[in-house]
């Protein structure tokens, strides 16, 4: 085979490489989702509380900002019964009343 008939064969299998290729990526492309789009329609409809800190300080604003560093505060939202709940610093009492000694 001579160079020529090689340079040729190269030729030819990158063109039908490239092709193949063409053809086969918009067919087998990722498509997003749908439980993802309907988290955002969920997310889009839900109230939002206030907006926290996104490194956990305790800062939180009424209206969107961002932070020192550029990053949006999260939204807080009302059914998050988690972050929304009050915390009670008292001890549970096992079902009898406690008497400080």
């Known amino acids: 085979m001579t160079r020529f008939g090689a340079a040729l064969l190269v030729a030819g299998a990158a063109i ?6 063409y053809w086969y990526a918009p067919r087998h492309a ?6 993802f789009n309907a988290e ?11 907006y926290r800190d996104p490194t956990g300080a305790p ?15 999260l939204p807080v939202y009302s059914d998050d019964e988690s972050l929304v709940a009050p915390r ?6 096992d079902g009898g009343e406690r008497k400080i000694i």
């Open 16 to 21: 039908v490489g490239a092709a193949s290729g």
């Open 40 to 50: 955002i329609a969920a997310a889009a409809d839900r109230p939002v509380l206030y």
């Open 59 to 73: 800062y939180w604003s009424a209206t969107q900002k961002k932070d020192a560093q550029g990053r949006d505060y």
């Open 30 to 35: 990722v498509m997003p989702s749908p439980s």
């Open 88 to 93: 009670s610093n008292k001890p549970q009492a």
